[in-house]
């Protein structure tokens, strides 16, 4: 048998901080996971997100550090209509998140923007264009 992709993780400064990102993004996560060092969440399809501690990465391999000079990561949430990446961004810049690229059209069809998580990682919103 062969490995089977299953679970995306993200290391965390602020668990909780993180946690609320996500959950403005639709994400069922429980208010008492903010204070555990590893939470996962079920996606559609069967994948799963995990966020874990720098502390709890450091458990098992004293020798980690963050990655510099950006992100490594990124996340795309689909949203039902361009009207909705207008509306989250705007929801989520307007909670003090760091929005990186306004909402625009993309040549590919899409309605896009790009939001920076509370540790750097690209987010990004999109929906077809009419």
């Given at each position: 048998m062969a490995p089977?992709?299953?679970?995306?993780?993200i290391v965390v400064a602020d668990?909780?901080?993180?946690?609320?990102?996500?959950?403005?993004?639709?994400?069922?996560?429980p208010a008492e996971a903010d204070t555990e060092p590893h939470v996962e969440a079920a996606?559609?399809?069967?994948l799963r997100l995990a966020w874990d501690t720098a502390d709890t990465i450091r458990a098992f391999d004293p020798g980690w550090t963050p990655?510099?000079?950006?992100?490594?990561?990124?996340l795309a949430f689909?949203?039902?209509?361009?009207?909705?990446?207008?509306?989250?961004y705007a929801q989520?810049?307007?909670?003090?998140?760091?929005?990186?690229?306004k909402p625009w059209?993309?040549?590919?069809?899409?309605?896009?923007a790009t939001l920076r998580d509370p540790d750097g990682n690209s987010v990004d919103l999109f929906a077809p264009l009419a």
């Open positions: 089977t992709f299953n679970v995306i993780g668990m909780a901080r993180s946690l609320a990102f996500y959950r403005r993004l639709g994400l069922d996560l996606l559609p399809g069967g990655p510099s000079g950006g992100a490594r990561v990124g689909a949203c039902a209509d361009p009207g909705e990446v207008d509306q989250v989520l810049v307007d909670a003090g998140y760091d929005g990186h690229l059209d993309a040549f590919w069809g899409q309605r896009y």
